[in-house]
C-alpha cells in the first residue's frame, strides 16, 4: 500500500533539474521546497544539448519542466530520458496549461503538474513522484530478483533430471550383471550349498530386480518433458482405450471393470496422456479390496479446463496422506502388500503439471479414491485453426 503524502518524509538532500527560462521562476520553485524542509541541490537548462550534458554527468531526484520554452518544449525531456533508459519523475511547472493537454502529458508519462500561480501544490507533488519511484524501483528490483531465482530453479531442475538420466542410465549395465551372474550362481549351485546360501543368494536376485525397476522408474520420471513435448488435439477416449490394451494381462487377472464417460479433445502429448491414465487405473486395479474392481474415467467441463476424473472402490487412502501420495518414492503400503517403488503417482503428477494441470485425489463416497486432474481446454480459435490445417 503506498504511504499517504502526510507519511511521506523529505528525504536529507534533492537533487534537482529545472527546465525553465527564467531564472527566477526557478528560484521561487527551489525556495517552496527549501521552505519545506528539502536540501535542494539544482541545475538550470534551457536547452536539449544542456539538458543531454547534465543527465550524462549526474543524476536527479526529479526534473521540473516548464511546458513551453522559446526553443524547447518541457515534454521532450521524456524522450531524451527514455533514450537513456532513465525513470527519473518529471513534474511540469508551467505558467498555463488547459485540462486536456494536462491529461494527455500525463499519459504520454508526465508524472504530474503544477501551475506556476500555486506553487504551494509543488512540495507534495514532489513527496507523491519520489515515492512512487521508490515503489516502482522496489517491485522492479523484485521482479528481478524472482526472474533470478526462477532461472536458477529451472537449471537446478534441469541438472537434476540431467542427473538422474545420466546415473540411471550409466547404472543398468552393470546392474545387469549382478543380477544375471547372480542367477546364474542360484541355478548351478541351489541345494549344493548350506539352506543360508540359496537364502541370501535369493535376496541378491530380488534386490537387484527391485533395484532395475527402481532405475527404470526414475529413467520414465527424469524423461517428462526433458526433450519437450509433442503435444496436439487427442483424443482422450483413445488414449484411455491404449492404455485399457496396455492393462489387458491385470485387468483380466483381476476381473476389473473399467467404465468410461464421454471424454474431451485436449492439446497433449500422446505418449504421456497414455502413460498417465495407464498409471491411474493401473493404480486403480493394484490398491483395490475384496470387492470386485470397478474404475470409472470421465471429465466435466469447468471455466477453461477439463477436470478429469479416475474413480475406484479400493482401500483408499487416508485424508492426512492424500498429498504425500504424490511425493517421488512415497509408499503407504509394505513391498509384500503391494510391489512398486513408489514412482508412479509422482509420474503422473509430473506430467499434469508439464500440461499446465493440477492433480489431487480425494475420498470417494463409499470407499475408495477418486484422482482428479485438470487439462486445458481448447479454445475455439485452436479448434478453427486445427479444421484449417486438417
Same mark, same amino acid.
Given at each position: 500500500?503506498?504511504?499517504?503524502?502526510?507519511?511521506?518524509?523529505?528525504?536529507?538532500? $534533492? =537533487?534537482?533539474?529545472?527546465?525553465?527560462?527564467?531564472?527566477?521562476?526557478?528560484?521561487?520553485? /527551489?525556495?517552496?521546497?527549501?521552505?519545506?524542509?528539502?536540501?535542494?541541490?539544482?541545475?538550470?537548462?534551457?536547452?536539449?544539448?544542456?539538458?543531454?550534458?547534465?543527465?550524462?554527468?549526474?543524476?536527479?531526484?526529479?526534473?521540473?519542466?516548464?511546458?513551453?520554452?522559446?526553443?524547447?518544449?518541457?515534454?521532450?525531456?521524456?524522450? /531524451?530520458?527514455?533514450?537513456?533508459?532513465?525513470?527519473?519523475?518529471?513534474?511540469?511547472?508551467?505558467?498555463?496549461?488547459?485540462?486536456?493537454?494536462?491529461?494527455?502529458?500525463?499519459?504520454?508519462?508526465?508524472?504530474?503538474?503544477?501551475?506556476?500561480?500555486?506553487?504551494?501544490?509543488?512540495?507534495?507533488?514532489?513527496?507523491?513522484?519520489?515515492?512512487? @519511484? =521508490?515503489? =516502482?524501483?522496489?517491485?522492479?528490483?523484485?521482479?528481478?530478483?524472482?526472474?533470478?531465482?526462477? #532461472?536458477?530453479?529451472?537449471?537446478?531442475?534441469?541438472?537434476?533430471?540431467?542427473?538422474?538420466?545420466?546415473?540411471?542410465?550409466?547404472?543398468?549395465?552393470?546392474?545387469?550383471?549382478?543380477?544375471?551372474?547372480?542367477?546364474?550362481?542360484? +541355478?548351478?549351485?541351489?541345494?549344493?550349498?548350506?539352506?543360508?546360501?540359496?537364502?541370501?543368494?535369493?535376496?541378491?536376485?530380488?534386490?537387484?530386480? =527391485?533395484?532395475?525397476?527402481?532405475?527404470?522408474?526414475? $529413467?520414465?520420471?527424469?524423461?517428462?518433458?526433458?526433450?519437450?513435448?509433442?503435444?496436439?488435439?487427442? #483424443?482422450?477416449? #483413445?488414449?484411455?482405450?491404449?492404455?485399457?490394451?496396455?492393462?489387458?494381462?491385470?485387468?483380466?487377472?483381476?476381473?476389473?471393470?473399467?467404465?468410461?464417460?464421454?471424454?474431451?479433445?485436449?492439446?497433449? +502429448?500422446?505418449?504421456?496422456?497414455?502413460?498417465?491414465?495407464?498409471?491411474?487405473?493401473?493404480?486403480? /486395479?493394484? &490398491?483395490? @479390496?475384496?470387492?470386485?474392481?470397478?474404475?470409472?474415467?470421465?471429465?466435466?467441463?469447468?471455466?477453461?479446463?477439463?477436470?478429469?476424473?479416475?474413480?475406484? !472402490?479400493?482401500?483408499?487412502?487416508?485424508?492426512?496422506?492424500?498429498?504425500?501420495?504424490?511425493?517421488?518414492?512415497?509408499?503407504?503400503?509394505?513391498?509384500?502388500?503391494?510391489?512398486? !517403488?513408489?514412482?508412479?503417482?509422482? /509420474?503422473?503428477?509430473?506430467?499434469?503439471?508439464?500440461?499446465?494441470?493440477?492433480?489431487?485425489?480425494?475420498?470417494?463416497?463409499?470407499?475408495?479414491?477418486?484422482?482428479? &486432474?485438470?487439462?486445458?481446454?481448447? @479454445?475455439?480459435?485452436?479448434?478453427?485453426? +486445427?479444421?484449417?490445417?486438417?
Amino acid at each position: 500500500m503506498m504511504a499517504s503524502p502526510a507519511q511521506i518524509t523529505a528525504p536529507r538532500r $534533492l =537533487r534537482v533539474l529545472l527546465i525553465e527560462d527564467s531564472a527566477a521562476d526557478a528560484e521561487l520553485a /527551489i525556495s517552496e521546497l527549501r521552505r519545506e524542509g528539502f536540501e535542494v541541490s539544482s541545475d538550470l537548462v534551457q536547452s536539449k544539448e544542456a539538458l543531454d550534458a547534465c543527465l550524462e554527468r549526474k543524476a536527479y531526484d526529479v526534473v521540473l519542466a516548464d511546458y513551453h520554452l522559446p526553443h524547447f518544449r518541457g515534454m521532450e525531456a521524456l524522450e /531524451i530520458m527514455q533514450q537513456k533508459n532513465l525513470s527519473v519523475p518529471l513534474i511540469l511547472v508551467t505558467g498555463a496549461l488547459n485540462s486536456v493537454t494536462a491529461v494527455e502529458c500525463l499519459k504520454q508519462g508526465a508524472t504530474d503538474y503544477v501551475l506556476k500561480d500555486h506553487l504551494s501544490r509543488l512540495t507534495l507533488c514532489v513527496r507523491r513522484a519520489l515515492e512512487e @519511484s =521508490r515503489l =516502482r524501483t522496489e517491485r522492479q528490483r523484485a521482479q528481478e530478483e524472482l526472474a533470478r531465482k526462477v #532461472e536458477e530453479l529451472a537449471r537446478s531442475n534441469r541438472d537434476l533430471e540431467q542427473f538422474a538420466y545420466v546415473a540411471s542410465h550409466d547404472l543398468q549395465g552393470p546392474l545387469r550383471m549382478v543380477a544375471a551372474y547372480t542367477q546364474l550362481l542360484a +541355478d548351478q549351485y541351489h541345494g549344493k550349498l548350506d539352506p543360508n546360501a540359496d537364502k541370501y543368494m535369493n535376496y541378491a536376485i530380488e534386490g537387484a530386480l =527391485r533395484m532395475q525397476a527402481l532405475i527404470q522408474d526414475l $529413467l520414465t520420471f527424469s524423461r517428462v518433458g526433458r526433450n519437450g513435448m509433442d503435444s496436439k488435439p487427442i #483424443e482422450c477416449a #483413445e488414449t484411455v482405450q491404449e492404455a485399457l490394451q496396455n492393462l489387458r494381462v491385470v485387468i483380466q487377472e483381476s476381473g476389473a471393470v473399467v467404465n468410461m464417460g464421454k471424454l474431451p479433445l485436449v492439446n497433449a +502429448d500422446r505418449v504421456h496422456l497414455v502413460q498417465l491414465f495407464q498409471n491411474l487405473i493401473g493404480n486403480a /486395479i493394484k &490398491f483395490r @479390496s475384496s470387492e470386485p474392481v470397478v474404475v470409472t474415467v470421465e471429465a466435466k467441463k469447468k471455466d477453461k479446463e477439463w477436470e478429469f476424473a479416475v474413480a475406484d !472402490n479400493g482401500v483408499g487412502i487416508a485424508a492426512d496422506h492424500q498429498e504425500i501420495v504424490f511425493a517421488i518414492f512415497q509408499r503407504l503400503h509394505t513391498r509384500a502388500e503391494h510391489p512398486g !517403488n513408489g514412482m508412479g503417482l509422482a /509420474i503422473c503428477k509430473k506430467i499434469v503439471e508439464q500440461h499446465g494441470g493440477r492433480i489431487w485425489v480425494d475420498a470417494a463416497p463409499g470407499g475408495g479414491s477418486v484422482f482428479r &486432474f485438470t487439462l486445458p481446454a481448447i @479454445s475455439a480459435d485452436e479448434t478453427n485453426q +486445427d479444421d484449417r490445417n486438417a
